[in-house]
Structures are given as structure tokens and as C-alpha cells.
């Protein structure tokens, strides 16, 4: 019989017709992507489990002290009483009207569009909402209140398609946001939640209540530890939920979970569901040990490169933060913000070689425990093979010395000189020249 070693495991049955249940992120164009290979994906099995004996440790008492941490930032949105952005933070996405950019297939994007948008942004009434709100499904927090997409030259490498700057991040179900306003055509709201601020879809959120609120925060959270579920009700999907998706554990119980659903007056009502499997979702912290650590990484490998969460996948930043979620430990949105303001150690490898920053990585850095950083880029270190660091990462694709990239599209398990034995690389711009930092936990 295989064991499950999850903290608390949770098992399941069918409640009231609505069911977590497995599920698959909808096949799209990210997955027709380009994914080439070098020597390092067709030498290193791509499988983190052969990592994890490397894994120290972490103790209930030092997760617990995370977890608590978690909590209190997942919930923060909950706190505000006006919205509490910076002027800058306001109106940065209006940079983009001042330059060129296009849609998918090359057509130029107009001003007179971008004039539209902005006035469809309605930031005159900035903050006349100012209420709690939740996410009622798996969404997308737009830049602009649309869903159209902004990309630089598509025929320049790394400036076309998935790189949707209109696309800011992806928004878990349950998840607390802050709502400023709604847009002028009332189609989206301008909300914060604890790691991203932006527009969302009107129709994807529900206000909550003081006593929602309350009822909402039991103190005791269950974390989705199976990738691309689907929470269905009588047969029918309601939403898809990703891995590292919250859900309060209902009082007095064990095995139901409460999810948010948007009510005829736009207010949010609590509902139960169970899963179909105990393996699908747990009591959260899970406790950090090779088994679980194999179980949550091993999902990871191989998903399509996804830029700020679009259609389903994830980037760099979503992988880290979806890895150390079931863990009980917070991380930001972006990759400057997970090296520079979490709450882990930061070890500087500025001005080393190459040999240096492998060195001190290997000497330094915790398996499974480590962010590896450089300037817009996330690494979860896995441990070292062959006196080499290796790392687990959503990554784009390898530099060339044409300036364009041999595309890698996903996420994979490599060293930091990926494609090294390819005479057409720019050796200076490989990860072992580039590292600014590793960040323990």
C-alpha cells in the first residue's frame, strides 16, 4: 500500500455533488511551442527524485514558524482599508502606449487602442470601491482591462508570443484581493492581492463579507499537492486549480474544504467540497521530506514555459512559488522580489568567476531550500552532480552569439552552462556568469 506522508492526510468522498478532482490545464499554443534540446536535458534524467537524498531536513517547529508567516500575508489584502499604491505603481503600465508593440500575428498596435484602454481604466476612480474581495475562480490579472494581448515585435527573438505584456500574473481560487474600482465598461476590477496588483475579470470575484471573512479564516488550510485539478460540481467545471491552491479546512472536520462562490449579489458564499483522492490535497505545511519533496517538484518538470502565469502554465517565478507553497513557505511574485524581499538568507555572488559562484553554491546553497537569482531569473537548487550545481527551472531558451535563443519553452533540470558544448553560445551570458545570488530557507 503506498504511503502518503503528508503532515495530516486528508481523505475523501463525495459531498453535496461538488468534488476536487483530477483535471489537465487546457492544451493551447504554449504547448506548440519550440523545445529543443542540449546535452544537459539529454544527459540529466529529468526526474528531481534522484536529488532528494541530498535534502536537509526542515523541523515542524521552524515550518510552522513559515506557515504562520504565510498565512498572515495571504490574508493581508483583507486588511486594507484603501487601496495603497504608489503613484508609479498606479500608472507604469501606460508606458507601453509610448512605444511599439503589436498583436500576436505582427499587426501594430494603435495609439487611439491605447488611448481607449486608459480611459477604460477609469483611475479617476481610484479607490471609490475600496472593499475585500476573494477569487471565485483561477483568473489572470490583466495590465490593461482587456484581454487582448501586447506584445513587442513579434520577428525579434524573445519579443513574440508567450511574452504578453498585457498579461501580469495568474490568480489563484480563494485567493483574498483588495478592490479599488471598477473599469468604465464595469467589465473588470482594478484589485491587489498579496503579491500582484492589476485588472481582473468583474465576473471571476465576489465581495466578502465581516462575517465571511471570519468564517473564511478557520487558522487550519488544506494546499492542492496535485497539479492541474478541476473543481466540478455535479460533472460540470467550475474551475481549474493549480498546485499550491489554498483552501480553508472546515471546523470540526478533516476532509471537507471550503472554496468561494460568487452569489446573485456579487457577494461570496462559503461552499464545501471533498476530493476524489487523498492525494490530491493535504493538510498544509506538509512536512518537507524526500517523499514529498519528490512528489511536489517532480510535477513541475516539463510544463511549458508560461509567461506570468498565462494560459494555464507557469514562468520561472509561478515554479518557485508553486514549489514551496504545500510547504507552508510565502514567496513573491516576481524573481527580484523572491531573492531580494523574502524572508530567506541572501548570499551575494557578485564579482566571482564562474568557478567561484559554482563553488560557493555547491558549498553554500540547500538542496531543495536554495533560490538561485539573477536579474529576471528564478532557480530552485536541486543539490550538485559531479561537483556540479544542478537546478530545476522554467527557462526560456540559451543565448547565442546571433543574439537570438535556441528555445527551451519549459521547465527543466540542467547545470548552470546550459548548452555549453554548442560552439553558437554566448558563453558569457550562461547562468555560471551571470548568478547574483543564492537565497536559503
Known amino acids: 500500500m503506498k504511503k502518503y506522508l503528508w503532515l495530516t492526510l486528508l481523505s475523501s468522498s463525495l459531498f453535496a455533488n461538488i468534488v476536487l478532482t483530477k483535471g489537465a490545464r487546457n492544451v493551447s499554443a504554449l504547448d506548440r511551442m519550440p523545445s529543443h534540446d542540449v546535452r544537459d536535458t539529454r544527459l540529466i534524467k529529468q ?11 526542515m523541523s515542524a517547529s521552524e515550518q510552522l514558524t513559515y506557515d504562520a508567516e504565510y ?30 508593440t503589436y498583436r500576436r500575428w505582427g499587426k501594430r498596435i494603435s495609439k487611439r487602442w491605447f488611448d481607449k484602454e486608459i480611459k477604460n481604466s477609469n483611475f479617476d476612480a481610484y479607490n471609490s470601491i475600496a472593499r475585500p474581495a476573494i477569487m471565485v475562480r483561477h483568473s489572470d490579472i490583466k495590465l490593461y482591462p ?6 513587442y515585435d513579434p520577428k525579434k527573438t524573445g519579443e513574440g508570443f508567450p511574452f504578453d505584456y498585457n498579461q501580469n500574473s495568474a490568480i489563484y481560487l480563494n485567493t483574498p484581493i ?7 465598461d464595469k467589465k473588470w476590477v482594478y484589485v491587489r492581492s498579496a503579491f500582484a496588483f492589476g485588472w481582473v475579470k468583474a465576473r471571476d470575484i465576489a465581495f466578502v463579507s465581516s462575517a465571511f471573512q471570519t468564517a473564511f479564516q478557520t487558522g487550519n488550510y488544506a494546499v492542492t499537492v496535485t497539479d492541474d485539478l478541476e473543481l466540478r460540481e455535479n460533472g460540470v467545471k467550475i474551475t481549474l486549480v493549480k498546485m499550491g491552491t489554498i483552501f480553508p479546512i472546515k471546523e470540526g472536520t478533516q476532509k471537507r474544504y471550503l472554496f468561494a462562490q460568487r452569489s446573485k449579489n456579487g457577494y461570496a458564499k462559503i461552499r464545501e467540497t471533498t476530493a476524489d483522492s487523498r492525494s490530491l490535497i493535504a493538510k498544509k505545511p506538509i512536512k518537507f521530506n524526500p517523499y514529498n519533496i519528490a ?13 506570468g502565469g498565462k494560459l494555464g502554465a507557469r514562468d520561472c517565478s509561478a515554479l518557485t512559488r508553486d514549489f514551496f507553497a504545500p510547504f507552508g513557505i510565502y514567496l513573491p511574485r516576481n524573481s527580484s522580489q523572491q531573492a531580494k524581499e523574502s524572508s530567506g538568507e541572501y548570499i551575494s555572488l557578485s564579482g566571482l568567476s564562474p568557478e567561484e559562484r559554482k563553488d560557493t553554491i ?11 537569482y539573477v536579474p529576471g531569473h528564478i532557480m530552485l537548487y536541486l543539490g550538485e552532480r559531479k561537483g556540479e550545481p544542478i537546478i530545476l527551472h522554467n527557462y526560456w531558451g ?24 554548442r560552439k553558437d553560445v554566448k558563453k558569457s551570458s550562461m547562468l555560471s556568469h551571470t548568478l547574483k545570488a543564492v537565497v536559503n530557507f
Open 47 to 57: 526526474d528531481t527524485k534522484p536529488f532528494v537524498s541530498q535534502v536537509e531536513l
Open 178 to 184: 483588495f478592490v479599488s474600482h471598477y473599469s468604465k
Open 146 to 151: 482587456t484581454s487582448l494581448e501586447i506584445f
Open 362 to 372: 555547491v558549498k553554500y546553497a540547500k538542496p531543495f531550500r536554495s533560490l538561485l
Open 71 to 100: 498565512n498572515e500575508k495571504f490574508f493581508e489584502p483583507w486588511q486594507l482599508s484603501e487601496m495603497d499604491l504608489t503613484e508609479m505603481e498606479k500608472f507604469w503600465q501606460f508606458k507601453f502606449a509610448k512605444k511599439k
Open 398 to 421: 540559451v543565448r547565442l552569439k546571433n543574439g537570438k535563443k535556441r528555445v527551451m519553452g519549459r521547465a527543466i533540470i540542467s547545470t548552470t552552462e546550459i548548452g555549453k558544448e
Open 295 to 307: 512528489h511536489i517538484s517532480k510535477q513541475l518538470v516539463g510544463e511549458p514555459y508560461g509567461w
